[in-house]
């Protein structure tokens, strides 16, 4: 994915993510290289390592989502995603950064 459309997927600023991008390229977890179509822009592509630690994350959170999740049905956890869209939706109103238009 190209940085700026990263940026705006995190709903963070370019700057912000920019930093955060150059800590994870100094781990060695991510990798900026150049566009194909536009030189100008740079894409962030995980590294080997960054696809294993990312798998291991995904692990550990399938598990304990698990264990939270015992118990509530598949309509409270819908509801409680739909009432936590429309809260960031609206901080991000307030907020007056940016517009959110999907779900």
């Known amino acids: ?10 709903t963070v600023g370019k700057v912000t993510l920019g ?3 150059d800590r994870l ?10 566009d194909h179509i536009d030189r100008r822009a740079k894409r962030i592509l995980l590294s080997k390592q960054g ?3 990312v798998n ?3 692990q550990i959170a399938e598990q304990a989502n698990e264990e939270i999740l015992q118990g509530i049905t598949d309509q409270e ?9 429309k809260m960031k939706k609206r901080l991000l109103e307030v907020d007056g950064r940016i517009s959110v238009t999907t779900h």
């Open 1 to 10: 994915m190209v940085q700026t459309e990263l940026a705006q997927f995190m």
């Open 19 to 21: 930093r955060l991008v």
């Open 56 to 58: 291991k994350i995904q």
């Open 25 to 34: 390229e100094q781990r060695g977890y991510v990798e900026r290289r150049p």
């Open 77 to 85: 956890i819908q509801n409680a995603e739909n009432i936590l869209y």
């Open 51 to 53: 696809r294993k630690l």
